[in-house]
Antibody, heavy 118, light 107 residues
Framework: EIQLVESGGALVQPGGSLRLSCVVSGLTLSDHYIDWVRQAPGKGLEWVGRTKNRSQRYAIEYAASVTGRFTISRDDSKNSVNLQMNSLKTEDTAVYYC?????????WGQGTLVTVSS | DIQMTQSPSTLSASVGDRVTIACRASQSINSWLAWYQQKPGKAPKTLIYKTSSLQTGVPSRFSGSGSGTEFTLTISSLQPDDSATYYCQQYNSYSYTFGQGTKLEIK
């Protein structure tokens, strides 16, 4: 069974930084794409970024709203994917989910809450 | 970027009804479409992937269809537990966009 567990969410001031982690089990991480998706309070789902698999040379893509501020990294030996968030804005307040993709089939983590407020 | 438009935004139906939610893409996404169910305070749950493949454990009353730019999620016989918000997502190309959601309530 594939499981994803996010951690690292917290209250942070505008302009601050935070690092989220997603630990994956039940799959070989190097073979899979991992997305980060967020959901602001009372709003819909927004795709944030993606790290592709080894065969795609671990290519990374970001949504325009976070490009230059957020960085995705992965450590296949630890089965983890990280989301480094810098220069945080109040509009980055959201629950952040990681999502794994297996042959076009997505599996979601339970999410971690990031609150950006002074 | 590809835009995804769901309709309706809200829907009220009775137990046993057949319910259909539509999702339209601004350009062809082939069959790379997923449907999710989300209940308040919970993570989204995958119902359907690749347009019509039912994820393991999802009740067979849920089905998906479509191709190109027009897609549909159907619940064949609505159950009380189906009250939730439903989202579609295209994963054919960047930026893997979601529809705005359809809130389904049970009368």
């Amino acid at each position: 069974e594939i499981q994803l567990v996010e951690s690292g969410g917290a209250l942070v001031q505008p302009g601050g930084s935070l690092r989220l982690s997603c630990v994956v089990s039940g799959l070989t991480l190097s073979d899979h794409y991992i997305d980060w998706v967020r959901q602001a309070p009372g709003k819909g789902l927004e795709w944030v970024g993606r790290t592709k698999n080894r065969s795609q040379r671990y290519a990374i893509e970001y949504a325009a709203s976070v490009t230059g501020r957020f960085t995705i990294s992965r450590d296949d030996s630890k089965n983890s994917v990280n989301l480094q968030m810098n220069s945080l804005k109040t509009e980055d307040t959201a629950v952040y989910y990681c999502v794994s993709w297996t042959a076009g089939d997505p599996t979601w983590g339970q999410g971690t809450l990031v609150t950006v407020s002074s | 970027d590809i835009q995804m438009t769901q309709s309706p935004s809200t829907l009220s139906a009775s137990v046993g009804d057949r319910v259909t939610i539509a999702c339209r893409a601004s350009q062809s996404i082939n069959s790379w479409l997923a449907w999710y169910q989300q209940k308040p305070g919970k993570a989204p749950k995958t119902l359907i992937y690749k347009t019509s493949s039912l994820q393991t454990g999802v009740p067979s009353r849920f089905s998906g269809s479509g191709s190109g730019t027009e897609f549909t999620l159907t619940i064949s016989s609505l159950q009380p537990d189906d009250s939730a918000t439903y989202y579609c997502q295209q994963y054919n190309s960047y930026s893997y966009t979601f529809g705005q959601g359809t809130k389904l309530e049970i009368k």
